[in-house]
């Protein structure tokens, strides 16, 4: 008996570490200009067709490596982010795993049934309903009628389209498609998952539950592939990601040390690129309005301009503007976007929410906003803002004023809390 426990044990290790997608020296080219792009086509398939074609590693004129020289293992109930900036080679890479394009090189093995959540809804015949587009889609996935019969109920209450299962594709929004795309593929019940930016479908509820649906997958044995530039997603759902950049890899490792290294990098790219944006002074300056703002910038406790902010640390932003007329009960309002995430506002602050209000007369002037702890996490950012008068009426505004924010033990973060600690002695009894 004690035997038989064993070999158990020994067989779910070894099923836990099962090899289920190998990628061995990956490499894709593509070619930047149409016209070449299908000559080359039509030249590889010709040559290919008669025997002759041999992998090329060298570029022809107006090609690039999209993807060069990858290699990477997923094992059973593993998930793995792909971090990397937009033409890093991503999705590229994701549609060669799923068989959608072949590679130039190298080779890809799948152990077990693969579901792409690429474009969801983009393999959908716009002309038959939701039911029969349910049957198709999951039939490519490689479920038979008999398995898709009884997992019908289920992925039409996920999918939450009600009675507009029996109506065209065509006539459904572009969420109804995508949620009905996301429920065929994770009701395949896959042995890997190809999960491509699509974490945001539907409303915060639905996503909730898609959430759910993921995790439960997960402990089931499936293994994911995860592409998002919402690092707190690739951090909150996998133990290890791979940087790709220029289609080729940069680092691969525990997920916190390779979104360090992808974040460290943009952070020191975007920061070189954003000293004109600290500051508007070379704005357009109309006297036809009653008020112009002149300049947009932060500043630390010294009232230096700074260009490099930190979470937790105090940060004032400045608004400056030329007033030319006496103008009573100004007020400023503005919204704060994270640039690369789900266009949520992760602030909205407004004067008279928090009973401020001016009455000013010509001249300049500077509006500060004092922050004791920024509580924003390392992220890049987007502001909007406004001054008006009497809240309604907008007297000037701003559209887009870009900043970074960086930080320190912070990458699972989604603010920043200013704590103190202590320590007490306990007199229990």
């Known amino acids: ?193 190809l999960i491509d930016e699509v974490l945001a479908v539907g409303d915060i509820k639905f996503r909730a539950k898609c959430y759910r649906r993921l995790a439960k997958l997960r402990e089931q044995g499936t293994s994911f592939i995860l592409v998002s530039h919402n690092s707190h997603s690739i951090l909150s759902i996998c133990e290890s990601a791979i940087y790709l950049l220029k289609g080729k890899v940069v680092t691969v490792g525990n997920t916190d040390s390779v979104v360090d290294k992808y974040e460290k990098d943009l952070f020191s790219n975007e920061i070189k690129n954003q000293a004109k944006l600290l500051s508007l002074t070379d704005k357009y300056e109309s006297k036809q309005s009653d008020l112009n703002i002149t300049a947009l910038c932060f500043k630390d406790e010294q009232g230096n301009l700074t260009r490099s902010l930190l979470s937790g640390e105090t940060t004032y932003f400045c608004v400056e503007f030329k007033a030319y007329k006496e103008i009573e009960n100004v007020t400023l309002s503005f919204l704060i976007q994270e640039t690369f995430g789900e266009s949520e506002h992760v602030l909205c602050i407004n004067t008279q929410q928090d009973g401020e209000s001016w009455d000013i007369l010509p001249g300049y002037y500077e509006i500060q906003l004092k922050m004791p702890y920024l509580g924003l996490k390392p992220s890049f950012y987007t502001l909007k803002l406004s001054i008006s008068k009497n809240l309604y009426y907008m007297l000037d505004a701003v559209e887009s004023f870009k900043f970074t924010v960086e930080g320190k033990g912070m990458s699972q973060c989604l603010f920043y809390q200013p704590r103190t600690w202590k320590l007490v002695r306990s007199h229990n009894i």
């Open 1 to 193: 008996m004690t035997i038989s426990i064993a070999s158990q044990e020994i067989s779910e290790q070894q099923l836990d570490n099962e090899v289920v997608l190998s990628v061995e020296g990956v490499s894709k080219k593509f070619c930047r200009d149409l016209k070449r792009s299908l000559l080359y086509g039509v030249q590889d398939i010709a040559t290919e067709l008669v025997g002759i074609r041999q992998k090329s590693e060298k570029l022809r004129r107006d090609e690039f490596w999209a993807l060069k020289d990858v290699s990477f293992q997923l094992r059973r109930g593993e998930a793995l982010g792909l971090v990397g900036p937009n033409g890093s080679g991503k999705s590229t890479l994701l549609r060669i795993i799923s068989g959608l394009i072949k590679p130039d090189s190298g080779f890809v093995e799948i152990k077990g049934r693969i579901a792409p959540l690429i474009a969801l809804g983009a393999g959908f015949n716009p002309i038959l309903t939701g039911r029969e587009n349910i049957y198709a889609n999951m039939s490519i996935l490689g479920l038979s009628k008999k398995e898709i019969d009884e997992r019908f109920e289920a992925v039409l209450d996920f999918a939450e389209i009600g009675a507009a299962i029996d109506a065209p594709v065509q006539t459904y929004s572009s969420g109804m498609a995508a949620r009905l795309g996301f429920a065929c593929a994770i009701y395949t019940e896959p042995d890997i998952l």
